[in-house]
């Protein structure tokens, strides 16, 4: 994540998902900014809008980036789930039962 975004949102790290504008940091594409297309969770590979080899029949084929080797710049905070769990990594995993104590 990058350090206006953790500044923003008052943490250092959430996984990347689909919507997300990303900057890659390592490989052939490094530099490269794009957004997020398609998300591998259990290969732990993304794919990323600009992104692509040409195949030799000449088809634009995505190159699969690791989702360690980039860094978020732009968050897709359409969703409700994704916003409460901005919410409960900003407050430190504390739950308001605990501070009603």
Known sequence: MSSELAEKYGIN???VR???TV???RGDFRGSEG?????FPK???IYIENVTIKKVDGTPKYVPI???KV???KLDVTDDWRTK???RKKSGGRREVENAR
Do not use: W
């Open 71 to 73: 860094n978020i710049t």
């Open 18 to 20: 689909k919507g997300d």
């Open 66 to 68: 690791h989702a360690s």
């Open 13 to 15: 790290r959430l996984p």
């Open 23 to 25: 900057m890659i940091l």
């Open 85 to 87: 769990v901005i919410e």
């Open 35 to 39: 957004k997020v297309t398609e998300v």
């Open 43 to 45: 290969k732990g590979r």
